[in-house]
């Protein structure tokens, strides 16, 4: 027996029976086919765990030692020599914590010691996601922050008084996931850089930032995998704005949040992509090393030679007859393929898009959905955490709010003092967002009654936009 396809059955069959498994081979996703609990949709949608197990990834630096707001307060009363000392725990309390006993970030120092209230395992998942998939190759990434020292006497204290960081001696490789080119390495490394060369902003911002790219990457990546071998370029995706009224005529209806994940369901095509991967990256394609997509392949057979083809065809067939065998015997019943059950398209790419149908088709016919469910509603509750708008009876839309419409315009405008409104349009797109007509119009009444918005003419050359903040 082929060496491979005993590696495909030692990690699919477990006593003799078939189940989908977490992919190994490469990674696209962080997630499980457990739905996300409130909990960590709560963390989810503050990104400050996240943003903090990131930041000391990158700077290879251990978690602190647990403290709380009394553990502090001791350590104040020891280097501070007062006889008020309730009244200067008082002021503490009230400057330097939230009302739920967590310390407010003051400082980007602080990031280092931010940590999830639960579900810790699956925070520190995602956040060794975000490090691969958005820092991986980047010149540019973020500064040690205890190299910054803070600008008043009182956020000197707080700082002196936190556990000590340490570094992480290990050095522990976090490659874990695919990193998988979505056209936003760019912007990103720009906003990156914005980020550590503003203290202030990156101190308030950056868990925006984090959250802002890791919820582009997924949906540029979710799109560039349903487009399987068409390395057609990926257009920006439509998003509105949570203020204004839509209709489902609105270019950014049917760009938007529909173009990407109809009626709210990734209709298991996630779970199908993580796995149909998982098991093409088991051939033995001469000269492709794992990890590798589907793009991969098209490119692979443009240039591999007939018997390397003719190979990898026999090997192909050996899979579609495995899993198609096993799958039967999970009493799967394939005439409900349809008449999408055939042989296709008989070359390396129509035999693997053919293990994707068979993929999708029993996740959507069988009693396993729930697996593929679970693991696509990890983007779907994200999303609608963070970036949806409830339109009634057209649905949900991809929708920002003020705060986050401005913040990505102040990325945008970058270190310039003001951006021509065309060239503002222009720089959201290369972040991945459109907006349409009408939601163009909004954004120029909010800029203008915002004082923002330096008008020479009424023509778009001519018009500006100032730096926010």
């Given at each position: 027996?082929?060496?491979?396809?005993?590696?495909?059955?030692?990690?699919?069959?477990?006593?003799?029976?078939?189940?989908?498994?977490?992919p190994e081979k490469i990674r696209l996703f962080p997630f499980t086919t457990h739905s996300p609990t409130p909990n960590l949709?709560?963390?989810?949608?503050?990104?400050?765990?996240?943003?903090?197990?990131v930041n000391r990834l990158l700077n290879n630096i251990e978690p602190a030692e647990p403290f709380n707001m009394t553990s502090l307060l001791e350590n104040v009363s020891k280097e501070v020599e007062t006889q008020h000392g309730?009244?200067?725990?008082?002021?503490?309390?009230?400057?330097?914590?939230?009302?739920?006993?967590?310390?407010?970030c003051f400082h980007p120092m602080m990031f280092y010691y931010r940590s999830c209230t639960k579900s810790d395992k699956k925070i520190s998942t995602i956040a060794n996601y975000c490090t691969n998939v958005l820092f991986e190759g980047q010149s540019e990434t973020l500064p040690d922050y205890r190299n910054i020292p803070a600008k008043n006497v009182f956020h000197k204290l707080i700082l002196s008084c936190l556990p000590t960081l340490r570094k992480n001696d290990k050095s522990k490789e976090n490659?874990?996931?695919?990193?998988?080119?979505?056209?936003?390495?760019?912007?990103?490394?720009?906003?990156?850089?914005?980020?550590?060369?503003?203290?202030?902003?990156a101190t308030i911002y950056l868990p925006e930032l984090l959250k802002f790219y890791y919820l582009l990457y997924q949906l540029?990546?979710?799109?560039?995998?349903?487009?399987?071998?068409?390395?057609?370029?990926?257009?920006?995706?439509?998003?509105?704005l949570d203020w204004e009224r839509l209709s489902k005529e609105?270019?950014?209806?049917?760009?938007?949040w529909q173009r990407l994940i109809p009626k709210g369901n990734p209709d298991y095509k996630m779970w199908s992509h993580a796995n149909c991967l998982e098991l093409l990256n088991h051939l033995p394609l001469k000269g492709l090393c794992s990890p590798f997509t589907y793009l991969d392949i098209k490119n692979w057979t443009e240039t591999a030679d007939s018997q390397d083809i003719c190979d990898a065809e026999k090997a192909l067939d050996e899979l579609l007859s495995f899993y198609e065998t096993n799958i039967e015997k999970l009493d799967f019943p394939w005439d409900l393929f349809g008449h999408g059950f055939c042989k296709g398209e008989d070359t390396v790419t129509g035999k693997s898009l053919l293990l994707w149908k068979m993929i999708y088709c029993q996740f959507?016919?069988?009693?396993?959905?729930?697996?593929?469910?679970?693991?696509?509603?990890?983007?779907?509750?994200?999303?609608?955490?963070?970036?949806?708008?409830?339109?009634?009876?057209?649905?949900?839309?991809?929708?920002?709010?003020?705060?986050?419409?401005m913040f990505l315009s102040r990325l945008c405008i970058g270190n310039k003092e003001k951006l021509r409104l065309r060239e503002l349009w222009t720089e959201f797109a290369r972040r991945g967002v459109a907006f349409d007509f009408d939601s163009q119009r909004q954004i120029v009444t909010l800029f203008e009654?915002?004082?923002?918005?330096?008008?020479?003419?009424?023509?778009?050359?001519?018009?500006y936009v100032r730096a926010i903040f």
């Open positions: 027996m082929n060496s491979w396809l005993e590696n495909v059955k030692q990690f699919y069959l477990s006593k003799g029976s078939f189940a989908h498994r977490t949709l709560a963390e989810l949608k503050d990104f400050q765990g996240v943003c903090g197990e309730t009244h200067l725990a008082d002021i503490i309390k009230e400057t330097a914590f939230y009302d739920d006993g967590r310390l407010f490659k874990n996931f695919s990193m998988i080119d979505v056209g936003l390495c760019e912007p990103f490394q720009e906003d990156i850089s914005l980020m550590a060369g503003n203290t202030k902003f540029r990546l979710l799109e560039k995998l349903n487009n399987f071998f068409d390395d057609k370029e990926l257009e920006p995706i439509y998003f509105t609105r270019v950014a209806y049917d760009g938007g959507k016919y069988s009693g396993r959905k729930r697996a593929a469910e679970g693991y696509s509603s990890w983007l779907t509750s994200f999303v609608k955490q963070n970036y949806i708008k409830d339109r009634g009876r057209i649905g949900n839309t991809l929708a920002f709010n003020r705060q986050q419409l009654k915002l004082n923002l918005l330096e008008k020479k003419s009424d023509s778009g050359d001519a018009q």
